[in-house]
């Protein structure tokens, strides 16, 4: 069985910093493109960052470039998410997920095939 383990989530101070991790197994981590999305209270999920294959190819969304990295070790089957310089509107149910295929649209919640169970970060002084 696919299973995506999103850990790292907390409580930050605006201004600070989390890492977020995706641990996969059940699939050839390797073989497919994954990415971060987010979903705050009240709002629907939305795209935060995702990762081609080999990890050499990133995008992000517009509201964390600059101050969110993604990267990926496929020696450990492992995603992170690097977030810095923390704001308010960052905090979020922060999930990763598998894409479905390759040359899918990255960036559309419908590209990806499995979630992980999400993981909160809480951004509050």
């Known amino acids: 069985d696919v299973q995506l383990q999103a850990s790292g989530g907390g409580l930050v101070q605006p201004g600070g910093s989390l890492r977020l991790s995706c641990a996969a197994s059940?699939?050839?981590?390797?073989?497919?493109?994954m990415s971060w999305f987010r979903q705050a209270p009240g709002k629907g999920r939305e795209f935060v960052a995702a990762?081609?294959?080999?990890?050499?190819?990133?995008y992000y969304a517009d509201s964390v470039k600059g101050r969110f990295t993604i990267s990926r070790d496929n020696n450990k089957n492992t995603m992170y998410l690097q977030m810095d310089s923390l704001k308010s509107e960052d905090a979020a149910v922060y999930f990763c997920?598998?894409?479905?295929?390759?040359?899918?649209?990255?960036?559309?919640?419908?590209?990806?095939?499995?979630w992980g169970q999400g993981t909160q970060v809480t951004v509050s002084s």
């Open positions: 997920a598998q894409a479905k295929t390759y040359g899918v649209d990255l960036m559309q919640e419908g590209s990806y095939e499995y």
């Open positions: 059940g699939f050839t981590f390797r073989d497919y493109a």
């Open positions: 990762c081609s294959w080999s990890g050499a190819t990133t």
